[in-house]
Protein backbone atom coordinates (compact mmCIF):
# COMPACT_ATOMS: atom_id res chain seq x y z
CA UNK A 1 0.00 0.00 0.00
CA UNK A 2 1.54 3.22 -1.37
CA UNK A 3 0.41 6.40 -0.97
CA UNK A 4 -2.00 8.00 -4.09
CA UNK A 5 -0.56 11.49 -4.59
CA UNK A 6 -4.28 13.74 -5.90
CA UNK A 7 -2.41 16.88 -7.11
CA UNK A 8 -3.74 20.49 -8.02
CA UNK A 9 -2.65 21.93 -10.83
CA UNK A 10 -2.87 25.39 -12.48
CA UNK A 11 -1.36 26.85 -15.65
CA UNK A 12 -0.83 30.29 -16.90
CA UNK A 13 -3.11 31.39 -19.60
CA UNK A 14 -0.71 30.72 -22.44
CA UNK A 15 0.05 27.45 -20.95
CA UNK A 16 3.97 28.03 -20.58
CA UNK A 17 3.96 27.82 -16.73
CA UNK A 18 2.44 25.69 -14.44
CA UNK A 19 2.29 25.04 -10.73
CA UNK A 20 1.21 21.93 -8.67
CA UNK A 21 0.56 21.77 -5.22
CA UNK A 22 -0.66 18.35 -3.76
CA UNK A 23 -3.03 20.33 -1.28
CA UNK A 24 -4.60 23.83 -0.97
CA UNK A 25 -5.56 23.75 3.03
CA UNK A 26 -2.38 24.11 5.26
CA UNK A 27 -2.93 23.50 9.04
CA UNK A 28 -2.07 26.25 11.59
CA UNK A 29 -1.29 24.85 14.89
CA UNK A 30 -0.12 27.34 16.50
CA UNK A 31 3.49 26.56 17.48
CA UNK A 32 4.09 26.45 13.15
CA UNK A 33 2.29 25.92 9.70
CA UNK A 34 2.36 23.17 7.40
CA UNK A 35 5.16 24.17 5.20
CA UNK A 36 3.91 24.53 1.22
CA UNK A 37 5.67 22.17 -0.89
CA UNK A 38 5.04 21.55 -4.45
CA UNK A 39 6.75 21.97 -7.93
CA UNK A 40 6.51 24.51 -11.19
CA UNK A 41 6.73 23.07 -14.48
CA UNK A 42 8.63 25.51 -16.81
CA UNK A 43 8.08 24.71 -20.90
CA UNK A 44 11.84 24.82 -22.17
CA UNK A 45 10.95 26.61 -25.80
CA UNK A 46 9.64 29.66 -23.05
CA UNK A 47 12.59 30.63 -20.99
CA UNK A 48 15.85 31.80 -22.28
CA UNK A 49 19.02 33.54 -20.90
CA UNK A 50 16.96 36.46 -20.29
CA UNK A 51 14.17 35.41 -18.58
CA UNK A 52 13.66 35.04 -14.99
CA UNK A 53 10.77 32.98 -13.47
CA UNK A 54 10.13 34.02 -9.74
CA UNK A 55 7.82 31.81 -7.58
CA UNK A 56 6.16 33.82 -4.61
CA UNK A 57 4.04 33.26 -1.23
CA UNK A 58 1.06 36.19 -1.58
CA UNK A 59 -0.66 37.70 1.06
CA UNK A 60 -3.99 39.47 -0.23
CA UNK A 61 -5.76 41.58 2.45
CA UNK A 62 -8.67 43.34 1.22
CA UNK A 63 -10.19 46.00 3.84
CA UNK A 64 -12.50 48.10 1.82
CA UNK A 65 -14.98 47.25 -1.39
CA UNK A 66 -14.18 47.30 -4.94
CA UNK A 67 -16.64 49.48 -5.88
CA UNK A 68 -15.52 52.36 -3.98
CA UNK A 69 -11.99 52.39 -5.35
CA UNK A 70 -11.61 55.51 -7.60
CA UNK A 71 -9.16 58.12 -8.37
CA UNK A 72 -6.37 55.87 -7.39
CA UNK A 73 -7.77 54.99 -3.85
CA UNK A 74 -7.22 51.47 -3.13
CA UNK A 75 -8.54 49.18 -0.18
CA UNK A 76 -6.05 46.19 -1.07
CA UNK A 77 -2.62 45.51 0.55
CA UNK A 78 -0.82 42.29 -0.92
CA UNK A 79 2.42 41.20 1.42
CA UNK A 80 4.98 38.86 -0.13
CA UNK A 81 5.85 36.54 2.65
CA UNK A 82 8.40 34.72 0.43
CA UNK A 83 9.85 35.34 -2.75
CA UNK A 84 12.49 32.91 -4.68
CA UNK A 85 13.46 32.95 -8.15
CA UNK A 86 13.50 29.23 -9.12
CA UNK A 87 15.25 30.05 -13.02
CA UNK A 88 17.55 30.07 -13.50
CA UNK A 89 17.69 28.64 -10.37
CA UNK A 90 20.20 30.41 -8.01
CA UNK A 91 22.57 27.90 -6.26
CA UNK A 92 22.26 27.25 -2.74
CA UNK A 93 22.40 24.01 -0.14
CA UNK A 94 20.83 21.32 -1.43
CA UNK A 95 17.57 20.04 0.25
CA UNK A 96 16.09 16.85 0.08
CA UNK A 97 12.43 16.98 -2.02
CA UNK A 98 9.39 16.12 -0.03
CA UNK A 99 7.72 12.73 -1.22
CA UNK A 100 4.72 14.43 -3.54
CA UNK A 101 8.14 16.27 -5.05
CA UNK A 102 9.78 13.39 -5.58
CA UNK A 103 7.00 11.80 -7.04
CA UNK A 104 6.01 14.55 -9.25
CA UNK A 105 9.68 15.54 -10.50
CA UNK A 106 9.81 11.65 -11.60
CA UNK A 107 6.72 12.06 -13.63
CA UNK A 108 7.72 15.83 -15.24
CA UNK A 109 10.48 16.09 -17.19
CA UNK A 110 13.46 17.79 -16.07
CA UNK A 111 11.95 21.81 -16.63
CA UNK A 112 10.08 21.06 -13.01
CA UNK A 113 11.63 22.96 -10.45
CA UNK A 114 10.40 22.15 -6.53
CA UNK A 115 9.96 24.49 -4.17
CA UNK A 116 9.12 25.16 -0.42
CA UNK A 117 7.43 28.08 1.47
CA UNK A 118 6.68 28.49 5.17
CA UNK A 119 3.95 30.91 6.35
CA UNK A 120 5.49 33.37 8.98
CA UNK A 121 4.34 32.51 12.84
CA UNK A 122 1.84 35.12 12.93
CA UNK A 123 0.55 35.37 9.50
CA UNK A 124 -3.35 35.61 10.33
CA UNK A 125 -5.84 32.42 8.95
CA UNK A 126 -7.55 32.52 5.94
CA UNK A 127 -11.08 34.70 6.56
CA UNK A 128 -13.94 36.39 3.96
CA UNK A 129 -16.34 38.65 4.73
CA UNK A 130 -19.40 38.05 2.91
CA UNK A 131 -20.63 40.67 0.84
CA UNK A 132 -23.97 42.08 0.45
CA UNK A 133 -26.65 40.46 -2.54
CA UNK A 134 -25.96 43.20 -4.69
CA UNK A 135 -21.98 43.76 -4.30
CA UNK A 136 -19.74 43.09 -7.13
CA UNK A 137 -15.62 42.89 -6.70
CA UNK A 138 -13.67 41.02 -4.65
CA UNK A 139 -14.41 40.50 -1.40
CA UNK A 140 -12.85 41.67 1.99
CA UNK A 141 -11.27 39.26 3.70
CA UNK A 142 -7.37 37.59 4.30
CA UNK A 143 -6.71 35.37 0.69
CA UNK A 144 -3.35 33.61 0.03
CA UNK A 145 -2.00 32.94 -3.12
CA UNK A 146 0.95 30.83 -4.88
CA UNK A 147 2.11 33.16 -7.72
CA UNK A 148 4.50 32.09 -10.15
CA UNK A 149 5.75 34.45 -12.79
CA UNK A 150 7.96 35.86 -15.91
CA UNK A 151 9.74 38.76 -14.97
CA UNK A 152 13.08 40.76 -15.08
CA UNK A 153 12.81 41.36 -10.39
CA UNK A 154 11.08 39.95 -7.54
CA UNK A 155 8.58 43.58 -7.43
CA UNK A 156 8.01 43.67 -11.52
CA UNK A 157 5.00 44.16 -12.71
CA UNK A 158 3.37 41.27 -14.17
CA UNK A 159 1.10 39.99 -17.15
CA UNK A 160 -1.98 37.84 -16.91
CA UNK A 161 -0.84 35.85 -20.31
CA UNK A 162 2.74 34.46 -18.01
CA UNK A 163 1.54 34.59 -14.82
CA UNK A 164 -0.17 31.87 -12.47
CA UNK A 165 -1.87 32.46 -9.40
CA UNK A 166 -3.36 29.46 -7.23
CA UNK A 167 -5.35 30.13 -4.30
CA UNK A 168 -4.87 28.42 -0.74
CA UNK A 169 -5.73 28.48 2.59
CA UNK A 170 -4.33 28.57 5.62
CA UNK A 171 -6.75 27.58 8.43
CA UNK A 172 -6.95 26.27 12.13
CA UNK A 173 -8.86 23.10 13.38
CA UNK A 174 -10.42 22.29 16.73
CA UNK A 175 -8.19 21.29 19.66
CA UNK A 176 -8.17 17.34 20.41
CA UNK A 177 -9.20 18.86 24.30
CA UNK A 178 -11.86 20.28 25.67
CA UNK A 179 -11.53 23.64 27.72
CA UNK A 180 -13.18 24.51 30.83
CA UNK A 181 -16.88 24.44 31.16
CA UNK A 182 -18.26 28.00 30.29
CA UNK A 183 -20.05 29.32 33.72
CA UNK A 184 -21.05 32.72 34.72
CA UNK A 185 -22.67 34.72 37.42
CA UNK A 186 -24.24 38.04 36.89
CA UNK A 187 -26.39 39.84 39.84
CA UNK A 188 -28.18 43.54 39.35
CA UNK A 189 -29.76 45.18 42.11
CA UNK A 190 -32.41 48.24 42.30
CA UNK A 191 -32.15 51.34 43.48
CA UNK A 192 -35.02 52.05 46.33
CA UNK A 193 -35.96 48.37 45.89
CA UNK A 194 -34.51 45.39 48.23
CA UNK A 195 -32.94 42.37 47.36
CA UNK A 196 -31.77 41.31 44.09
CA UNK A 197 -32.14 39.27 40.16
CA UNK A 198 -29.65 36.64 39.75
CA UNK A 199 -29.10 34.98 36.43
CA UNK A 200 -26.79 31.95 36.22
CA UNK A 201 -25.59 31.06 32.52
CA UNK A 202 -23.97 27.69 31.67
CA UNK A 203 -22.76 25.81 28.02
CA UNK A 204 -22.88 22.26 28.18
CA UNK A 205 -19.02 22.75 26.66
CA UNK A 206 -17.10 25.12 25.44
CA UNK A 207 -15.68 23.91 22.07
CA UNK A 208 -18.56 23.22 19.39
CA UNK A 209 -17.76 21.77 15.96
CA UNK A 210 -19.39 23.88 12.87
CA UNK A 211 -23.42 22.57 12.70
CA UNK A 212 -23.63 21.42 16.57
CA UNK A 213 -26.31 22.07 18.82
CA UNK A 214 -25.44 24.76 21.71
CA UNK A 215 -27.14 23.66 24.83
CA UNK A 216 -27.52 26.97 27.08
CA UNK A 217 -28.08 26.57 30.82
CA UNK A 218 -30.29 29.33 32.16
CA UNK A 219 -31.16 29.52 36.11
CA UNK A 220 -32.93 32.79 36.99
CA UNK A 221 -33.22 33.28 40.86
CA UNK A 222 -35.68 36.39 41.31
CA UNK A 223 -34.85 37.51 44.80
CA UNK A 224 -35.97 41.37 43.85
CA UNK A 225 -39.69 42.43 43.97
CA UNK A 226 -39.47 42.78 40.31
CA UNK A 227 -40.97 40.53 37.34
CA UNK A 228 -38.69 38.91 34.59
CA UNK A 229 -41.40 39.15 31.38
CA UNK A 230 -39.53 37.12 29.13
CA UNK A 231 -36.08 35.43 28.02
CA UNK A 232 -33.43 35.88 24.94
CA UNK A 233 -30.45 34.16 23.83
CA UNK A 234 -28.25 34.70 20.95
CA UNK A 235 -24.98 33.89 19.38
CA UNK A 236 -23.01 36.64 18.31
CA UNK A 237 -19.90 36.79 16.05
CA UNK A 238 -17.33 39.18 16.59
CA UNK A 239 -14.90 40.32 14.08
CA UNK A 240 -11.88 42.26 14.80
CA UNK A 241 -10.02 43.97 11.85
CA UNK A 242 -6.66 44.75 13.22
CA UNK A 243 -5.50 47.12 10.96
CA UNK A 244 -8.22 49.45 12.39
CA UNK A 245 -8.04 51.09 16.14
CA UNK A 246 -12.32 51.16 15.88
CA UNK A 247 -12.58 47.63 14.11
CA UNK A 248 -14.59 46.08 16.03
CA UNK A 249 -18.11 44.33 14.90
CA UNK A 250 -20.22 42.72 16.57
CA UNK A 251 -23.18 40.72 14.55
CA UNK A 252 -25.74 38.61 16.03
CA UNK A 253 -26.13 35.49 13.81
CA UNK A 254 -28.89 33.08 15.60
CA UNK A 255 -31.11 34.17 18.38
CA UNK A 256 -33.93 32.71 20.66
CA UNK A 257 -36.81 34.49 22.50
CA UNK A 258 -39.27 32.80 24.67
CA UNK A 259 -42.07 33.63 27.98
CA UNK A 260 -41.74 30.05 28.49
CA UNK A 261 -41.69 29.53 31.94
CA UNK A 262 -42.56 33.53 32.50
CA UNK A 263 -43.55 35.86 34.46
CA UNK A 264 -40.95 35.19 36.78
CA UNK A 265 -42.32 36.80 40.10
CA UNK A 266 -40.36 38.08 43.10
CA UNK A 267 -39.04 35.07 45.39
CA UNK A 268 -39.66 32.49 42.00
CA UNK A 269 -36.79 30.61 40.92
CA UNK A 270 -36.74 28.97 37.08
CA UNK A 271 -34.34 26.84 35.44
CA UNK A 272 -34.42 25.92 31.65
CA UNK A 273 -32.03 24.67 28.88
CA UNK A 274 -32.51 26.55 25.40
CA UNK A 275 -31.11 25.50 22.25
CA UNK A 276 -29.24 27.50 19.43
CA UNK A 277 -27.34 26.21 16.07
CA UNK A 278 -25.60 28.90 14.63
CA UNK A 279 -25.36 28.13 10.56
CA UNK A 280 -24.65 30.29 7.31
CA UNK A 281 -27.99 28.86 6.04
CA UNK A 282 -29.81 31.80 8.13
CA UNK A 283 -27.30 34.33 7.46
CA UNK A 284 -26.86 33.64 3.64
CA UNK A 285 -27.46 37.15 3.04
CA UNK A 286 -26.63 39.12 5.77
CA UNK A 287 -23.24 41.49 4.81
CA UNK A 288 -20.23 41.46 6.55
CA UNK A 289 -20.39 37.76 8.14
CA UNK A 290 -17.20 36.26 8.71
CA UNK A 291 -16.57 33.05 6.54
CA UNK A 292 -13.97 30.71 6.60
CA UNK A 293 -12.00 31.58 3.71
CA UNK A 294 -13.18 30.21 0.36
CA UNK A 295 -11.22 29.59 -3.15
CA UNK A 296 -15.10 28.87 -4.39
CA UNK A 297 -18.72 31.16 -4.54
CA UNK A 298 -20.09 27.62 -3.53
CA UNK A 299 -17.22 26.51 -0.46
CA UNK A 300 -18.83 28.64 2.34
CA UNK A 301 -19.21 28.46 6.37
CA UNK A 302 -18.74 30.57 9.18
CA UNK A 303 -15.67 31.35 9.92
CA UNK A 304 -14.01 29.39 12.69
CA UNK A 305 -12.79 31.08 16.07
CA UNK A 306 -9.42 32.40 15.66
CA UNK A 307 -6.48 31.11 18.03
CA UNK A 308 -3.89 32.73 19.42
CA UNK A 309 -0.71 31.59 20.76
CA UNK A 310 -1.27 35.46 23.04
CA UNK A 311 -3.41 37.28 22.58
CA UNK A 312 -0.96 40.63 21.81
CA UNK A 313 0.60 38.43 18.99
CA UNK A 314 -1.82 39.55 16.16
CA UNK A 315 -0.88 40.02 12.78
CA UNK A 316 -1.64 44.49 11.61
CA UNK A 317 -3.22 42.49 8.16
CA UNK A 318 -5.14 39.96 10.11
CA UNK A 319 -9.01 39.53 10.63
CA UNK A 320 -10.08 37.70 14.73
CA UNK A 321 -13.31 35.94 14.61
CA UNK A 322 -14.55 35.19 17.65
CA UNK A 323 -18.24 33.79 19.42
CA UNK A 324 -19.96 34.45 22.21
CA UNK A 325 -23.76 33.33 23.73
CA UNK A 326 -25.60 36.48 25.47
CA UNK A 327 -28.73 35.99 27.79
CA UNK A 328 -31.15 38.49 28.40
CA UNK A 329 -33.77 39.15 30.88
CA UNK A 330 -36.35 41.65 29.79
CA UNK A 331 -37.70 43.35 32.95
CA UNK A 332 -40.21 46.05 31.53
CA UNK A 333 -39.78 49.55 30.71
CA UNK A 334 -38.87 50.70 34.33
CA UNK A 335 -37.05 47.74 35.16
CA UNK A 336 -34.64 47.41 32.40
CA UNK A 337 -32.80 44.05 31.26
CA UNK A 338 -30.11 42.23 32.87
CA UNK A 339 -27.61 40.31 30.39
CA UNK A 340 -24.94 37.58 31.03
CA UNK A 341 -22.45 37.24 28.47
CA UNK A 342 -20.17 33.89 27.99
CA UNK A 343 -17.54 33.43 24.84
CA UNK A 344 -17.23 29.99 23.33
CA UNK A 345 -15.24 28.34 20.45
CA UNK A 346 -16.24 27.46 17.00
CA UNK A 347 -14.41 25.67 14.58
CA UNK A 348 -13.95 22.17 12.54
CA UNK A 349 -12.60 19.32 13.70
CA UNK A 350 -9.23 17.93 11.48
CA UNK A 351 -9.98 15.62 9.27
CA UNK A 352 -8.84 12.34 9.23
CA UNK A 353 -8.92 11.40 5.91
CA UNK A 354 -6.03 13.77 4.65
CA UNK A 355 -4.08 11.11 3.17
CA UNK A 356 -5.61 8.03 1.62
CA UNK A 357 -3.36 5.20 1.18
CA UNK A 358 -4.56 2.81 -2.42
CA UNK A 359 -2.99 -0.18 -3.95
CA UNK A 360 -1.57 2.64 -6.72
CA UNK A 361 1.46 4.21 -7.32
CA UNK A 362 -0.48 6.78 -9.46
CA UNK A 363 -0.37 10.38 -9.25
CA UNK A 364 -3.81 12.12 -9.78
CA UNK A 365 -4.21 15.64 -11.20
CA UNK A 366 -7.00 17.57 -10.85
CA UNK A 367 -6.93 20.96 -13.09
CA UNK A 368 -8.15 24.20 -11.50
CA UNK A 369 -9.42 26.60 -13.98
CA UNK A 370 -9.36 30.17 -14.11
CA UNK A 371 -11.45 31.92 -11.31
CA UNK A 372 -11.85 35.28 -11.54
CA UNK A 373 -10.86 35.87 -7.68
CA UNK A 374 -7.30 34.76 -9.34
CA UNK A 375 -7.36 36.87 -12.23
CA UNK A 376 -8.02 40.36 -10.18
CA UNK A 377 -5.32 39.72 -7.31
CA UNK A 378 -1.38 40.94 -7.40
CA UNK A 379 -2.10 42.62 -11.14
Known sequence: MVANFKVYKKCSPNGKLAVYLGKRDFIDYLSGTEPIDGVVLISPEYVDSNRKVWCQLLCSFRYGREEDEMMGLNFQKDLFLASEQIF????????????????????????????TFTF??????????????????????????????????????????????????????????????????????????????????????????????????????NNSNKIVKKIKALVQQGIDVVI???????????????????????????????????????????????????????ESDLASSTLLTSPDVRDTFGI???????????LGALGGELTAELPFILMRPKPSDRVKLVPTDSVLIEDIPHEKVDEKVGF
Open 88 to 115: PQIKKPESNPTKLQDRLLKKLDSNAIPF
Open 120 to 221: PQSAPSSVTLQPGPDETGEPCGVSYYIKVYCGDTETDVTHKRSTVLMGIRKIQYAPTKQGRQPCTVVRKDFLLSPGELELEVTLDKQLYNHGETIAINVCVR
Open 244 to 298: FQNGQFRTVIEAIETQDGCPINPGSTLQKVLYLKPSLTSNKHRRGIALDGVMKRD
Open 320 to 330: IVSYAIKVKLY
